[in-house]
């Protein structure tokens, strides 16, 4: 078992940046990707972006590419997502998400199919 904990949300405004953080614990020897999804309220689950556990390899949705930034440190078993330039789009809760695909494949399987979910840490963009 893989526990996962978020932490970094708030309320920004538009062109505000955040930075969310998720720590690992358990079994993470057994997963292979980390990665960001978020849900909008009356919208699905959607990636955000996935990186891989063991080199530099990441993925970014479309709506992230050039704003935000995925990376981790494996020493502290925690990710992070830099968040820059937000929109009131970007609103949502962000879930930290880990399984044994590629970034790839965790960015692009059904959310149902993700094993290890955390909580979730609110993000909220507005004047």
């Known amino acids: 078992q893989v526990q996962l904990v978020e932490s970094g949300g708030g309320l920004v405004p538009p062109g505000g940046s955040l930075r969310l953080s998720c720590v690992a614990s358990g079994s993470t020897s057994d997963t292979y990707s980390m990665g960001w999804f978020r849900q909008a309220p009356e919208k699905e689950r959607e990636a955000v972006a996935c990186?891989?556990?063991?080199?530099?390899?990441?993925y970014y949705a479309t709506a992230a590419k050039g704003r935000f930034t995925i990376s981790r440190d494996n020493a502290k078993n925690t990710m992070y997502l830099q968040m820059n330039n937000l929109i009131t789009e970007d609103t949502g809760v962000y879930y930290c998400?880990?399984?044994?695909?590629?970034?790839?494949?965790?960015?692009?399987?059904?959310?149902?199919?993700?094993?290890?979910w955390g909580q979730g840490t609110q993000v909220t963009v507005s004047s």
């Open positions: 990186i891989s556990t063991t080199d530099d390899v990441s």
């Open positions: 998400v880990t399984d044994i695909w590629n970034p790839h494949n965790l960015c692009t399987v059904v959310p149902g199919g993700i094993n290890y």
